[in-house]
């Protein structure tokens, strides 16, 4: 099942736990606007190159639509409506006053100079800068963009509307960017963690993990875990996987993975089948990297007691049927990897106010709003007797359901 299908058979199941008017399940379904554009550059060869670029506006009841860009070469528009839908019902869990957004081209950025990914960077915002802005949809980095990619289109978009420091998050901090975002998914992941482990008498300290993937997300929360006493027993990434059950020296492998540009090879744990990732024995498996990892081929074999979403869409449907009857707790991607969005907001807010945070503050605030999130999902969970991703959908539908009706929009 794709990310299309699996989400929106989330939301249908939270609606009809909901009791939604038939009517308004089908408006919070359907996508506010989408485009698609042509974006053809100048190579640094001189010949031209065309890319397809996309951006899918789902829902903005509940304040501006929000989401990442991605450069990719599968991105498509199945992919890209699927995440837009996502981030409507992870805005509203995190309760952030946004709605949701996705945009992405299809691409190869490692195929690219820095110089094409410029150029292509700002032909996208040239043909999107009418429909993005500081109160209708503020973009971020995601898959294959970063803090310089939001600075190429924040420039660009200067152009034809002047400097508008909100228009994106995610910036260079020389720019408006805030302090501890480069970090805050992979923070929000420890905070969402530690709460879920909470409710089970346990903490981060002595449990044993498991990262699949070492990019930004995965890389932060092994860090913050190892910092907390949590040990990591086994990673991976796009250069393989390694394991050491007495727990990785994380602040070693984050230096070698700078220096070498990927995990194999690191010398202070041994090399495994990156495949076999996934079913390494540990208490919690932090799935950071592609959707549809964990299915119906490997859930039976999962050892891990807890499984916290940091990959967007990590669990197929069959897999989390297949985990619930083997008792494994899984916190679900609308709530555990809501951490970079929320600090988004939190650079919104101080970028219109002109006045910035300390990092501290961004830390400490995101703390409290993923605490607080999560005892707001577990309410939902008692209120309709449901596992913790019905209780996020649930949360994350009601209110943008409720906001819709408010404005009047349900018909």
């Known amino acids: 099942m794709n990310a299309l299908a699996a989400t929106s058979r989330n939301f249908r199941q939270a609606a009809r736990l909901l009791g939604l008017d038939s009517k308004l399940e089908k408006s919070l379904l359907i996508p506010f606007r989408e485009i698609k554009v042509e974006c053809t550059i100048p190579k640094d060869d001189g010949t031209l190159a065309s890319f397809v670029g996309f951006r899918v506006?789902?829902?903005?009841?509940?304040?501006?639509?929000?989401?990442?860009?991605?450069?990719?070469?599968?991105?498509?528009?199945?992919?890209?409506?699927?995440l837009a839908q996502l981030m409507t019902w992870k805005t509203a869990v995190a309760n952030v006053p946004y709605g949701g957004a996705k945009g992405g081209i299809g691409c190869d950025p490692g195929k690219l100079s820095i110089s094409e990914l410029e150029r292509l960077t700002r032909v996208f915002t040239q043909k999107i800068h009418d429909l993005i802005g500081v109160h209708t949809d503020v973009p971020a980095p995601d898959m294959g963009t970063n803090p310089q990619t939001m600075a190429w289109i924040l420039d660009e978009y200067a152009k034809f509307h002047g400097y508008s420091p909100a228009v994106v998050t995610g910036k260079p901090v020389d720019l408006g960017g805030?302090?501890?975002?480069?970090?805050?998914?992979?923070?929000?992941?420890?905070?969402?963690?530690?709460?879920?482990?909470?409710?089970?008498?346990k903490s981060i300290s002595g449990q044993r993990f498991v990262i699949q993937g070492f990019g930004n997300v995965g890389s932060w929360a092994a860090q913050l875990i190892n910092e907390g006493g949590g040990k990591i027993v086994a990673v991976s990434d796009i250069s393989?996987?390694?394991?050491?059950?007495?727990?990785?020296?994380?602040?070693?492998?984050?230096?070698?993975?700078?220096d070498k540009r990927g995990i194999k090879g690191f010398p202070g744990a041994d090399p495994i089948d990156a495949n076999s990732i996934l079913i390494e024995d540990c208490d919690v498996l932090i799935p950071a990297a592609l959707g549809g990892v964990i299915n119906k081929e490997n859930a039976n074999e999962i050892r891990a007691k807890f499984i916290i979403e940091a990959a967007n869409h990590p669990c197929d449907p069959e897999a989390d049927e297949i985990l619930s009857k083997k008792g494994v707790?899984?916190?679900?991607?609308?709530?555990?990897?809501?951490?970079?969005?929320?600090?988004?907001?939190?650079?919104?807010?101080?970028?219109?106010?002109?006045?910035?945070?300390?990092?501290?503050k961004v830390n400490?605030?995101?703390?409290?709003y993923m605490t607080k999130g999560y005892n707001d999902v577990k309410e939902m969970c008692k209120t309709h007797n449901c596992d913790l991703r019905m209780g996020a959908f649930t949360l994350g539908v009601n209110r943008v359901a409720r906001a819709t009706v408010l404005r009047g929009w349900e018909a």
């Open 178 to 201: 805030s302090l501890g975002r480069d970090a805050a998914t992979g923070r929000g992941v420890l905070f969402a963690t530690a709460a879920l482990l909470q409710d089970y008498g």
């Open 364 to 368: 400490g605030v995101l703390k409290t």
């Open 57 to 82: 506006q789902h829902d903005n009841a509940r304040g501006p639509m929000k989401g990442g860009i991605r450069y990719h070469p599968e991105v498509d528009p199945d992919e890209v409506n699927a």
């Open 240 to 258: 393989g996987a390694i394991r050491n059950p007495n727990g990785i020296d994380i602040t070693s492998l984050v230096k070698y993975v700078k």
């Open 329 to 360: 707790v899984i916190l679900p991607d609308i709530f555990a990897n809501s951490g970079g969005v929320t600090v988004s907001y939190f650079e919104w807010v101080q970028n219109i106010q002109c006045f910035m945070w300390s990092e501290e």
